[in-house]
């Protein structure tokens, strides 16, 4: 994350500037009605000449094929350029014929060639051809913007088309998605197509250089996560029994009465009876008392009980709290949140509380991803965030034409006054869908919800499955999701933003053929689990990987089940019984259910009886998506508006896709949160105007009021993302700064330059601080500058005022020669300590300046952080707080360079520690291990400051 940053533009700056201002111009004209034919018309000529390439790419053999990458390489790293997609671009408008020309080069062959053998090599390895829509797809990641598609049109194939093209040229790439799930699924799964044409990852690198980036659901990662940074955090002290205190004043203190709660800024202030009880409970004059803080435990514990509730915010798994993403419905595993929120939280619930952290790291998602030269991304819902996109991350977004028409019916909201008429209607709603065999998506908001909803449909009778962050549910996830499109089947999701499995109606046959393999498979070749722990009375459950018989669509013939068990047993013996890591075995298991040839005995044979089992299961589920295609399709059912029009899209997406029969309808209720949270006056009259709970709602003033609400929600968002962007735009190049010299640290051999460097800098600073550039030379007082500079280095002991004066008539010539003062220092004691022990003084400046780095980088972030809580509040005294937090950041900032270059020099020590010193490193001479450099040099963590001491 040190990478300095780099202005997005370069390989998309002066080409494609006339063509995003026409396309900002046209979407203003055109906006919500674009179906994405003006990007096919674009592309039209390009699609066309990959389509003739493609009987060449038949041709080829498999080793011609993956020939074609080394050749494409070569052309890359000769320096032929990959940003050559841009084509004529004709536009018809009203009577005027828009003609926009852009360069044009031979060098489009390239790209043309690249596609061609990805597409090709999709065919082999995964049966997959791509659509032309799909290559579309592909060119406008290429350029770096992003892509909007469908859902269901095939995102995760489009992305490798433009990553491996950008792979060519050896700077690599980063496809980023929004799980581990998928991130592991997708390098298992369409991963094998680079890795077919012979392109690799590099190991056990944490992040490579800023290149090229893919990012999948893009405006999940940029905007929904961007409202809070990235943060590396690191143990600080232990756990405060305070936080048990406060849970239990909270739970006795009433709202409204004690406190205050503002759900719309999710916030809590005491008040004047809370301060008086809670005082006087605490046995404390002062809630703010900074030797006591207790004001931060109180109000941490009133916003765990009133703002983070259990099985909406988090679920308790064992003894630990953990977070549930409000975007995936997902447990965010190894997320805390920070300020002492979290042990708030575990407290009131009365778990045992985990250490406090402290923040070693932190950025924001904007300017992370803004480090890439080239970023680009997909998603289905991404024109209704176009101008945040343009105006944040400088990305245009282009509508992808589907492959075939869309034809679902999206139905007008049904609203009742109270939720209580709302999930009755949603049951009714199911109920009748179920009867006709139509499959059913239930969308709901929270954990709670979605249980509440499965119980109404028990007592209804009505089977379904549960897809939400309970530990149960999410090991079958993929498996509920795959199956959500059969005849019959009742799915009920907290959320399907980015779960990345398409619901195929009838059901997926390649996945069940994958699952019966599996779970014959796994138990034979992976180990025991080792080390796993639950407790002393209830052991861990053994994993079986068994999957419900209710899920296949029929029971394998007998031939096939000998198949695929002697498939199984050559496995088995061939990779070792139960010997592998249950990863290891996924990725095995993973390559052997694609469609190409395999030159391994072992995959070719699971390979043959994974399409064998493919294709008596698809016999039964082509039949069955005929029935389910008669039936309408895949119904979507909402049970609540979410804070962006974006997530509702995304959950009416998963019908309808690839042309498929489908329909959606919301069902809400004036009580539904955000409504009630920002639906302001309007709403509340409404409320009180309509008081039969069962009848829906029709109005046009209540749809408009509705709309209202949805659209302050998310302009409301907007404004906290780019208020973050904003202060973290002040951080970024301070952190730029210092990850530069900490890189610089662990680059270099040789640290000599840098301490020179930051020794000469220190006696500008002595010197500044102690005569200054504009005293005159009269008023130099030398015996308080030479006090101040045997203080700062004991080896200067020979200085003198009439040395200085005889050797420096002007203020210039002082500063040379302290400086040739600094270094012949710095060089005698480096000379003293390499006697004692040849190598030490290398590995001791290595480690001093990283851990000063970190240690004063670490107290920075937390000084900063109160900054910009403390700012806030000069807006009263009509001062703009961001320029309050520029300003007094840049100080601190300046504060803490001069830091780190004072606390560390290896002369800033006395003699009595040089003896010590001398006595360690003799030591160490003497040891056959390598020097330790902690033991070997002590370094005062508080240096001497440049000012006088009287």
């Not at 038949?58 to 052309?75: C, F, G, Y």
């Not at 779960?499 to 996945?511: S, V």
């Not at 210039?812 to 003062?821: G, P, S, T």
């Not at 710095?826 to 290595?846: F, H, T």
Request: contains cysteine; proline residues 3%; glycine residues 6%.
């Amino acid at each position: 994350m040190g990478a300095k940053t780099i202005k997005l533009g370069g390989s998309r700056g002066k080409k494609t500037v006339a063509m995003a201002s026409l396309g900002g111009l046209l979407s203003g004209i055109f906006k919500g009605n674009d179906t994405g034919e003006a990007t096919r018309q674009q592309y039209a000529s390009t699609v066309d000449a990959i389509n003739r390439l493609e009987a060449e790419m038949l041709a080829l053999s498999d080793s011609e094929l993956r020939d074609k990458t080394l050749v494409l390489k070569e052309r890359a790293q000769r320096g032929e350029p990959l940003d050559s997609l841009l084509h004529p671009l004709t536009l018809n408008c009203s009577k005027a014929k828009i003609v926009v020309a852009f360069d044009y080069d031979q060098n489009h062959v390239y790209c043309k060639e690249a596609f061609a053998v990805v597409r090709e090599a999709s065919k082999r390895v995964l049966g997959l051809r791509p659509f032309d829509v799909q290559l579309i797809g592909g060119m406008v990641l290429h350029k770096g913007e992003i892509a909007e598609m469908r859902t269901g049109e095939g995102k995760t194939l489009v992305a490798i088309l433009p990553a491996y093209l950008n792979a060519l040229s050896g700077k690599g790439v980063h496809v980023v998605t929004v799980n581990d799930y998928l991130a592991r699924r997708d390098c298992e799964w369409v991963g094998q197509v680079p890795r077919f044409l012979g392109l690799k990852s590099i190991e056990e690198l944490v992040l490579r250089t800023f290149n090229y980036c893919v990012i999948d659901e893009v405006d999940s990662i940029l905007i929904d996560e961007a409202r809070t940074p990235l943060i590396i955090s690191g143990p600080a002290e232990k756990p405060s029994d305070r936080y048990y205190k406060a849970a239990k004043i909270a739970a006795a203190f009433q709202r409204d009465i004690h406190y205050t709660v503002d759900e719309k800024q999710k916030t809590a202030l005491l008040m004047e009876q809370g301060y008086e009880d809670a005082e006087e409970i605490l046995g404390v004059k002062d809630l703010y008392d900074p030797r006591e803080q207790w004001a931060s435990y109180v109000l941490n514990a009133i916003k765990a009980k009133e703002l983070f509730l259990r099985d909406v915010n988090y679920i308790i798994r064992g003894k630990e709290v953990l977070i549930v993403d409000e975007f995936t419905g997902r447990v965010m595993q190894g997320r805390r949140w920070s300020d002492g929120l979290h042990q708030a939280v575990e407290a009131k619930e009365g778990l045992p509380i985990q250490n406090e952290t402290v923040t070693l790291a932190s950025i924001s998602y904007q300017n992370f991803f803004l480090q890439f030269p080239k970023l680009c991304g997909m998603t289905g819902t991404a024109a209704t965030e176009s101008t945040e996109f343009e105006s944040i991350y400088k990305l245009k977004v282009t509508i992808v034409p589907t492959n075939k028409p869309m034809i679902r019916k999206d139905e007008s909201d049904v609203v009742f006054r109270a939720t209580t008429g709302k999930w009755r209607a949603v049951v009714v709603e199911i109920s009748r869908m179920h009867k006709t065999g139509r499959p059913v998506l239930v969308g709901t908001t929270s954990v709670e919800q979605s249980d509440s909803l499965s119980e109404q449909l028990q007592e209804a009778g009505i089977p379904h499955e549960v897809l939400n962050a309970k530990p149960e549910n999410v090991e079958r996830e993929a498996e509920i999701v795959a199956q959500s499109g059969r005849l019959g089947a009742v799915t009920i999701a907290t959320n399907m933003a980015g779960r990345g499995t398409d619901i195929i109606l009838g059901g997926n046959a390649e996945f069940m053929a994958r699952l019966k393999l599996r779970e014959m498979l796994m138990p034979r070749v992976v180990k025991p689990a080792e080390g796993v722990f639950v407790s002393v009375k209830k052991p861990s459950a053994k994993k079986t990987w068994k999957v419900n018989e209710n899920l296949f669509p029929c029971k394998l013939s007998n031939e096939n089940a000998k198949l695929a068990e002697e498939a199984v047993e050559l496995a088995a013996k061939s990779w070792g019984q139960r010997s592998l890591s249950e990863l290891e075995a996924e990725e095995r298991l993973s390559y052997s259910c694609e469609k190409g040839p395999a030159q391994d005995e072992v995959i070719a044979k699971l390979r043959y009886a994974f399409l064998q089992v493919v294709k008596e299961f698809k016999v039964y589920t082509d039949e069955e998506r005929k029935k389910v295609v008669s039936a309408g399709g895949l119904h979507v059912v909402g049970t609540e508006r979410h804070e962006s029009r974006r997530i509702d899209n995304q959950l009416r997406g998963r019908s309808g896709r690839q042309g498929d029969p489908g329909g959606s309808r919301f069902f809400l209720s004036l009580e539904d949160n955000i409504f009630r949270i920002f639906g302001g006056d309007r709403i509340q009259g409404l409320m009180r105007a309509f008081r039969v709970e069962d009848l829906p709602i029709e109005s046009k003033m209540l749809t408009k009021a509705l709309d209202e609400a949805q659209r302050k929600v998310e302009n409301y968002f907007f404004d906290i993302r780019k208020q973050l962007f904003e202060y973290d735009e002040v951080l970024n190049s301070q952190r730029d700064r210092v990850y530069t010299e900490r890189r610089r640290a662990l680059k270099s051999d040789n640290l000599q330059s840098l301490i020179i460097e930051y020794a000469e800098l220190t006696m500008d600073d002595i010197l500044e601080a102690n005569i200054g550039s504009d005293a005159p030379k009269e008023s130099w007082d030398f015996e308080k500058l030479i006090a101040k500079l045997k203080q700062y280095c004991y080896l200067l002991d020979d200085l003198t005022p009439d040395l200085l004066r005889s050797e420096c008539s002007s203020y210039e010539e002082l500063q040379d020669y302290l400086h040739r003062c600094g270094r012949e220092a710095y060089l005698q004691k480096r000379d003293i300590v390499e006697k004692q022990a040849p190598g030490l003084m290398k590995e001791a400046e290595r480690f001093l300046v990283l851990s000063n780095i970190d240690r004063l980088w670490k107290e920075h972030l937390q000084s900063i952080k109160f900054v910009q809580q403390a700012v806030g509040l000069r807006g009263y005294a009509q001062r703009d707080p961001l320029i309050e937090y520029k300003l007094e950041g840049y100080n601190l900032f300046l504060e803490m360079m001069a830091q780190i270059r004072r606390n560390f020099q290896p002369v800033l020590v006395n003699k009595s520690q040089e003896q010590t010193q001398n006595e360690e490193s003799s030591k160490l001479g003497k040891s056959k291990n390598k020097p330790d450099p902690v033991v070997a040099t002590k370094s005062s963590s508080s240096a001497a400051d440049p000012q006088a001491t009287a």
